[in-house]
């Protein structure tokens, strides 16, 4: 991973016509995401390395599906779209193209009350069914059925939620954070985290873990993919609330 130097990053909200780009970043951010490896029933993990093999393709063009239909959600429910640029060729990243600026992270923040339970018209409009529809009847389960009561305990307290983010380099998370927390009001802030690195991370960040829950116990490993006997322990995810925080 390319080292890149706070002072050559600046974070704004995104333009509409960057929502693609941020589309790419998120998905390549969550190819290795527990959680949504346990939704579209993966049975490989997507390598690190460029593959076009059946499994690889289904799995990113679902994940591209998913990414895509929350930042639209995200969008009509009022709530921000944040990128992290710097200067395309920074440090050899470049990319195609003529554009000055490259995203290399991205959040995604509801306001406090605001959620993502929407009607289906605008669902149909994020282009939600057609990401759901690719993890089919078993993901549908998983997401609706499994994880949201599991936590709608901890979004039914009003945070401000962030729905994603991209740790794409050293000192990004915490560009995008502190951001986060100036476009904030006194309430608190609400995510979820997979991996204990993540959890760490935000603990960091003042977060405190509320509930831990075991997901796909008997089904899949610790990092979402398809098992059995002694490796189907399922993967941890921890919901995390920042109750007093400062920017």
Known sequence: ????????????????????????????????????????????AVPHYESNSADTVKTM?????FQEAVLKMTVISGGYVVV???????????QP??????????????????????????????????????????????????????????????????DATNQACPGICSLMMKDGFTRTTPKPVHLEATKARTRDIYAHFGFEVDEEHQFGVGSVD???????????????EWVMTKWNYTS
């Open 84 to 94: 992290v640029v710097v200067p395309n060729g920074t440090k050899g990243i470049q």
């Open 97 to 162: 193209g003529e554009e000055k600026e490259m995203i290399i992270g991205v959040t995604l923040w509801l306001k406090p009350g605001q959620s993502l339970d929407l009607g289906i018209l605008d669902i149909i409009r994020s282009g939600g069914l057609k990401a759901l529809w690719g993890w089919g009847f078993m993901g549908l389960k998983r997401v609706f059925l499994d994880f949201t009561p599991a936590v709608e305990r901890s979004l039914e307290k009003g945070p401000f939620r962030v």
């Open 222 to 236: 610790e990092n979402g993919i398809r098992a059995r006997g002694e490796k189907a322990t399922g993967y941890p």
């Open 1 to 44: 991973m390319t080292s890149i130097h706070p002072m050559q990053t600046s974070i704004r909200l995104a333009r509409p016509n960057e929502y693609p780009a941020a589309i790419r970043v998120l998905t390549r951010a969550f190819t290795q995401d527990p959680a949504f490896n346990w939704y579209g029933g993966v049975k490989q």
């Open 61 to 65: 063009r679902n994940l591209r599906y």
